[in-house]
């Protein structure tokens, strides 16, 4: 019988009939928030977990620590309680109530501070203070390979290989950097887009990092151009994905899927995918559908 770890990975894929001005591109969106935490993140978070189980790093009863913008929070929250770990998660303190409330509920200890800068540099302290074991998915090969092992296998499938463009936000990048991996291995002419914030925009789960925080997994290599999105864009896009497309997200997935639009429009044909990261009743509490 199937436990539920078991049900994370595997989202559907689906085509978007509205998004798309180019009738010879196709555009495809990959529904994470169907997996059991609501997010993306279950993927990392379960393979960081069990990958330093299975080493022996941590055990039943191992305190974690890790810093979060929200997402990995929650999936960590989850995937901690199944193997009964203890865990504190470090968040930024204009995060929406809902996420912390979610982690809350998972039993996890939450720390409110006031950038997602001050949380890393609080949860690294804890972590080398050796009460704490740090996750710490901005330098975890764990994060990379979950996406390796599973998101990138996942498109190549879904779309019979036939995948020409890869679009995702950048937050610690390990969803770009895994799958970008695993599709090159399969066809190198297959095109890596990432998403960053434009410098005056604030879009939750896509950041432009400051260089003393960039992630050590990100590697520039795997990524074959870099699309700045601006608030307002993310905004309207999450919007419209809820109004036209029916697939209710958050403002990073709203990026992702305005920078594929852009795309779209530059192509002659193709087929291009891009990660609907989370749901979008995790922002309910913000303005984001006002």
């Not at 979610?102 to 939450?110: D, I, Q, R, S």
């Not at 990432?194 to 997994?217: D, M, N």
């Amino acid at each position: 019988m199937a436990g539920l770890i078991d049900f994370v990975g595997n989202t559907p894929l689906v085509e978007l009939k509205r998004l798309s001005l180019n009738p010879k591109v196709r555009i495809f969106a990959k529904l994470e928030g169907n997996n059991p935490g609501g997010s993306v993140k279950d993927r990392p978070a379960l393979n960081m977990i069990k990958s330093a189980l299975d080493r022996g790093d941590i055990k039943a009863g191992t305190k974690l620590v890790e810093a979060t913008s929200g997402n990995t929070g929650i999936a960590l929250a989850m995937i901690a309680r199944l193997y009964d770990l203890e865990i504190e998660l470090v968040m930024p303190s204009n995060s929406t109530r809902e996420r912390t409330l979610t982690m809350e509920a998972y039993g996890a200890k939450v720390t409110l501070l006031d950038s997602i800068e001050l949380c890393r540099d609080y949860a690294e302290e804890k972590g080398a203070s050796g009460d704490y074991y740090l996750l710490n998915q901005f330098a975890n090969p764990d994060n990379v390979l979950a996406h390796y092992k599973t998101t990138g296998p996942e498109i190549w499938k879904e779309t019979n290989g036939g995948i020409t463009h890869f679009v995702s936000a950048m937050g610690t990048t390990g969803t770009i950097m895994g799958t970008s991996m695993f599709l090159k291995e399969q066809n190198s002419e297959i095109q890596i887009v990432g998403c960053q914030p434009t410098e005056e925009s604030s879009i939750p789960g896509i950041r432009r990092w400051p260089e003393e925080y960039l992630p050590k997994i990100y590697e520039p290599k795997r990524v074959d151009r870099v699309m700045d999105v601006s608030q307002a864009a993310a905004t309207a896009m999450t919007r419209k994905l809820a109004s036209t497309e029916g697939i209710f997200a958050g403002m990073s997935s709203g990026g992702a899927a305005h920078a594929a639009a852009q795309l779209a429009l530059e192509l002659e044909q193709g087929l291009v995918v891009f990660i609907v990261c989370d749901r979008g009743d995790r922002y309910l509490s913000s303005d984001l559908f006002a």
